[in-house]
C-alpha cells in the first residue's frame, strides 16, 4: 500500500498561472480532504469529497476548485494563483461507513510557491 | 460550533525531563479528539485519538493524553523527552454533525528538545 500520494511535492508559479494538484489513495477511502497549512494557522480545510461525484466546501475554498471523478483520486485546481496561495497542501483521507468515520491518513504535501 | 486552542505555541525541554502540550476544546456533543505530530517537511502522523471509549489514551512513542471533560482539556505528555520528539503538534478535534469527518486543527505546538 502506498497510502496518499501526493503529486507534485514542489511547484513555483507566476502570479495567474493555473496549476491541479492530485492525490491518489489505494485504501478505498470514500472521504477525502484537501488542506492547506500556513505558519502559527494549523491546517484549514479547502474542499472535501464525502464520496466519487461530490464535493463540497471547506473554511476556505475561495480561489480553489477539485474533483473526484474516481473514488481514488481528488484533484485540487487553481485557476489564477495568487501570492496570498503560497502555502503547504496536504491531501487525506478516511473510511466511513454509517455510524464510523476513521481516522485521516495525509499524504506527504506539496510545496507551492507563487510568485 | 467545535474549536480546538493550544495553550502554547512553542514549548522547549531538556532531553530525558517531562512533555506536556496543552489543548483546550469546545464542543457540543461528545468529541472524538486527536494528536498529530508533524517532523521537519514531512506529512502529518496520527499520535493518538480519544473516543469515549477510556479517558487515558495511549500513544506511540510513549505519549499519552487525558480527556478530562470537566476541563475541556486533552492534553499531551511523555515522561521523558527524546531528541527525536522535536517536532510540531497538532491538537485535533472532529466534527461531530453531518457525517462529514472533518477536522478542526489547533494552531500548533512546536516541540523543541534540547541535548
Redesign the interface.
Given at each position: 500500500n502506498a497510502g496518499v500520494t501526493q503529486t507534485p511535492k514542489f511547484r513555483v508559479l507566476k502570479t495567474g498561472q493555473s496549476m491541479t494538484l492530485l492525490c491518489a489513495q489505494d485504501m478505498n477511502h470514500e472521504?477525502m480532504?484537501w488542506y492547506r497549512q500556513d505558519p502559527?494557522?494549523?491546517?484549514?480545510?479547502i474542499h472535501?469529497s464525502?464520496g466519487e461525484g461530490t464535493t463540497?466546501k471547506?473554511e476556505v475554498p475561495d480561489g480553489y476548485n477539485v474533483s473526484r471523478l474516481k473514488k481514488q483520486n481528488f484533484l485540487l485546481g487553481l485557476e489564477s494563483a495568487a501570492p496570498s496561495q503560497t502555502s503547504v497542501y496536504?491531501c487525506?483521507s478516511?473510511y466511513?461507513s454509517r455510524d464510523y468515520?476513521?481516522?485521516?491518513y495525509?499524504?506527504?504535501?506539496t510545496r507551492l510557491t507563487v510568485t | 460550533a467545535q474549536s480546538v486552542t493550544q495553550l502554547d505555541s512553542h514549548v522547549s525541554v531538556s532531553e530525558g525531563t517531562p512533555v506536556l502540550l496543552r489543548c483546550n476544546y469546545s464542543s457540543s456533543y461528545s468529541p472524538s479528539l486527536f494528536w498529530y505530530v508533524q517532523h521537519p517537511n514531512k506529512g502529518l502522523q496520527l499520535l493518538l485519538k480519544y473516543t469515549s471509549a477510556a479517558t487515558l489514551v495511549k500513544g506511540i512513542n510513549g505519549f499519552e493524553a487525558e480527556f478530562k471533560k470537566s476541563e475541556t482539556s486533552f492534553h499531551l505528555t511523555k515522561p521523558s523527552a527524546h531528541m527525536s520528539d522535536a517536532a510540531e503538534y497538532f491538537c485535533v478535534v472532529s466534527e461531530a454533525s453531518g457525517n462529514t469527518g472533518k477536522l478542526i486543527f489547533g494552531q500548533g505546538t512546536t516541540l523543541q528538545v534540547k541535548p
Open positions: 472521504y480532504y502559527g494557522m494549523g491546517l484549514r480545510l472535501y464525502v463540497a471547506g496536504f487525506a478516511s466511513s468515520i476513521s481516522r485521516q495525509f499524504g506527504p504535501g | -
